[in-house]
Every structure is written in C-alpha cells, then in structure tokens.
C-alpha cells in the first residue's frame, strides 16, 4: 500500500547474463554517407569513438555480461556495429550480406569469426543486415525490410532458424534498420516508434505487443531506441530523456551510455553489439 510501485516492479524484472560480440572502433570514421545520418565532410573522431565504445563495454561487463571482441579492419570504419554482422539465434549463424559495397566485407569477417570457433553457419543468398534489421524475442523474430534488408532474407532467416519472422516494413529513412527503431525489453515486450514503420506494420506491433513502450520522436531522434535489455537493465542513449523516464516507471534499470560519436555514423549502443544466443 505505500511501497511505490516503481519499486516493486523493479524487484520483479529478472534479468539474465548475456553474451555480446564487440569490435573496438580503431578504425572508425564518417568517410562515406550511406544514411542520412553521415556526414563525411563533418566527419568523427576515433579517439573519442573508441573512448565512449570502452565505456559501453564496461558498462556491459560490470552488469555480469560476458564481451567477446573480434578484431577490426582498416578500411572498414563501420565495422564497429557489430550488430549488422550476424545474427546469431540458438548457436546457429546466420551471415550478413550488406547493401552497400563499403560495408561488403564486413559480412565475411564476421562469419569467419564464428566458423573458425566452431558456431553453425550459413552464408545468406539475399541481403540482410544482421541483428540491425533483426531482433529477436522467445517466440519470433522481428525483421525490418524497406531501406537495407531484402524480404526474401526475412525468409530464409525463418528456415535456418526455425523461428517464425515478423516482417515490418520500415519507411523514415533516418530510421534505416530496426534496430534504430524497435527493441525488445525482454523475450515478450518491445519498446518503438510508431511512426518509423509503415501503417501496416504499426497495425501488427499494435496486435502483437498492446503493452509496448512507445517512444517519442524527441527519443527516436537522439537513438534512444538503439537500446540493449537483459530483461532487467536497459543500456541506453543518456539523450533520451523521456524514454528513459518510462522504463524507470515499468521497472526497469536505465543504465546510460554517451555514444555521441558514434551516432555521426548512424549508431548506438545496440549497433555496436552483437548477441551470441547459445
Ligand atoms: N553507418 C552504418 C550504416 O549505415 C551504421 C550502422 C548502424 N548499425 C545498426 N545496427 N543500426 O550501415
């Protein structure tokens, strides 16, 4: 009756040990324009890049995860989002194959990774971008199509995974990837921005999840909904203020990261982090 119920929720979210792929951005810059995001005659500083990367991987590994890093590759400056070079559902590996010839060989660097420490894996016939365009919940996985990943990709994850694949289509294109636009808050919940997708597909994340979160577009704006959940603690965007309020208020704990850099590139704390589901 007087315990406030932020509190009680909060001692209720379990939250569970994960495993992330990361690669140190040594080599990260904005010398390509690939989303609206980049803006190479602006440019980005690796130093800051690499320092602000140090304080998301700590902030994973103070929260009990475990980091793995694959190494990085000079002249490839994206190659920091890990997120878009698999995706990896039960052991089982399934590549990336990017849109942009810039980013091709990234999908092959990450494949080898796994390949080489015995992971399944499979070489994908279509494009797709990893976990940036798929994210994955107990009972499906979500997929966004419309700006990099090709629908056809969306099915072919579906049959080497075994697990059923939402479609949703994605039509702002400063929100290019599912990732910069949905993610989930536990194995059944997600957390987005409506108007990042299609009516359609707003229709279908209505049906499926009438409990969402909905972000702003103040949140949406500064990557808020480029988030990491464990089930318990959120990693997320410090900019994104009211977002960070809401989960607070379901329970949550807002663990805040400045990867301000990185966003020159169109990135946040979940494109630079790659989970590896055993
Ligand atoms: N510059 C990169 C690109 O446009 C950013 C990728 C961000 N990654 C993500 N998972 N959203 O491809």
Redesign the pocket.
Known sequence: MTTPLAVTTRSERAGTARHYLMCRPEFFAVSYA??P??DPLAGADTATAVRQWEGLREAYESLGHTVSLIDPIAGLP?MV?A??GALVVDGRVYGARFT?PE?AAEGPAYLRWFADRGYETMEASFTN?G??DYLTLDEMILAGTGFRTDVAAHMEAQEFLGRPVVTLRLVDPRF??L??ALFPLDGHNVAYYPEAFSSGSQKVLQRLFPDAVIATAADAEVLGL?AVSDGRHIVVNAEAKELSLELETRGYEVVPVDLSELRK???GP??CTLEIRR
């Open positions: 690939i989303n995001w980049m994206d989002f997120a878009n942009h980013r971008e976990e940036g290019y990837h990732d910069t480029n590139a169109g990135g979940k494109c």
